[in-house]
């Protein structure tokens, strides 16, 4: 199931195209990895550990922190994850 708000959302000038593009990937992810299983996960009370390498691989981690930093702080945070 996606979520669409797109049709009710007032347009942003400040929105670039890589800012649309993250929206989309992010989107797609959370459709394709989360949806089909948030309601077990629900249930469980807690979501798999696998998930959090699927979510750095797309690069939906480390958003906070500079690209000069990059390499070095995705390695942390897959070692974080196993």
């Given at each position: 199931?996606?979520?669409d708000f797109d049709g009710a959302r007032l347009p942003n000038p400040h929105m670039k195209e890589?800012?649309?593009a993250w929206r989309a990937a992010l989107r797609r992810f959370i459709d394709t990895e989360i949806m089909p299983y948030a309601s077990d996960w629900d249930e469980a009370g807690a979501m798999p550990n696998s998930l959090w390498p699927k979510a750095?691989?797309?690069g939906l981690l480390?958003?906070?922190i500079p690209k000069r930093l990059g390499r070095a702080w995705r390695q942390l945070?897959?070692?974080d994850c196993e």
């Open positions: 199931m996606s979520l890589e800012h649309l750095a691989e797309v480390g958003l906070g945070a897959r070692l």
